[in-house]
């Protein structure tokens, strides 16, 4: 009997953890910028497909195709591309999750910006 308990809680912890790791940084996420132009609302999409992540960003510019996000438990980082009228500019996001909420920041070339986010679905 002993080590049917044992395994049932191990079950429970593994499926606990799978639990909490699904619902981490995948998911459809609002965010709140804060640029030299005003505060923008563009939204993150972050996708799971078994231990890849990838996923899209909606902003003022239109959607853009995140093809690989980095993601570490409740941390990720991805690069952006984004043309801009004075030429393309590289941007580093890096954040981390805690439940529904997301914060962290944006490197660019003139430093970083914080931004903020919640679950949207």
């Known amino acids: 009997m002993g080590r049917c308990v044992v395994f049932v ?54 959607e853009l195709k995140i093809d690989a996000i980095n993601v570490d438990g409740l941390t990720f980082s991805f690069p952006l591309k984004v043309t801009l009228p004075m030429g393309e500019m590289d941007f580093m996001y890096e954040g981390q999750v805690d439940g529904d909420v997301m914060t962290g920041e944006i490197g660019n070339p003139g430093g970083t910006i914080p931004f903020s986010g919640v679950r949207a679905d």
Request: glycine fraction near 14%; avoid cysteine.
């Open 9 to 62: 809680l191990m079950w429970m912890g593994v499926s606990i953890a799978a639990m909490a790791d699904s619902h981490g940084v995948v998911g459809t996420w609002t965010l709140e910028v804060d640029t030299p132009r005003g505060i923008q609302h563009p939204t993150l999409q972050i996708l799971a497909n078994g231990d890849e992540y990838h996923g899209s960003y909606t902003g003022q510019r239109g």
